[in-house]
């Protein structure tokens, strides 16, 4: 019932930024965190970010001061804003819509397709 679309991606140099959005129909009254998932090619998936309802974020390491999620509550929509891109960032990204506790980020929202994002060096 949820549905999920991802766009803002593209071809870039290193150093250059782009920003990721979320557009999301149906009830969300069900997850309490968001978050996005990369997939670079012959890799599997990893996670990028993560926001809960409380505004609270997490990110993978070598994404940390580079990257910002971020969420409208009154557009079920969020974003990934990514500055000085490098090349490792080249993936195909993916937001999802899931649960965040202790354990960590689980997604239960399924997934869409993806927007890619190619970065040159």
């Known amino acids: 019932q949820v549905q999920l679309m991802e766009s803002g991606g593209g071809s870039v140099q290193a150093g250059e930024s782009l920003t990721l959005s979320c557009g999301v129909s149906?009830?969300?009254?069900?997850?309490?965190?968001a978050g996005w998932y990369r997939q670079p090619l012959g890799n599997q998936r990893e996670l990028v970010a993560t926001?809960?309802?409380?505004?609270?974020?997490n990110y993978l390491d070598s994404v940390k001061g580079r990257f910002s999620i971020s969420r409208d509550n009154a557009e079920n929509t969020w974003y990934l804003q990514m500055n000085s891109l490098k090349p490792e960032d080249s993936a195909d990204y993916y937001c999802?819509?899931?649960?965040?506790?202790?354990?960590?980020?689980?997604?239960?929202?399924?997934w869409g397709q993806g927007t890619q994002v190619t970065v040159s060096s």
């Open positions: 999802t819509l899931g649960t965040l506790n202790a354990a960590g980020y689980t997604p239960s929202s399924g």
């Open positions: 149906g009830s969300i009254s069900t997850f309490n965190a």
């Open positions: 926001i809960t309802r409380d505004g609270r974020t």
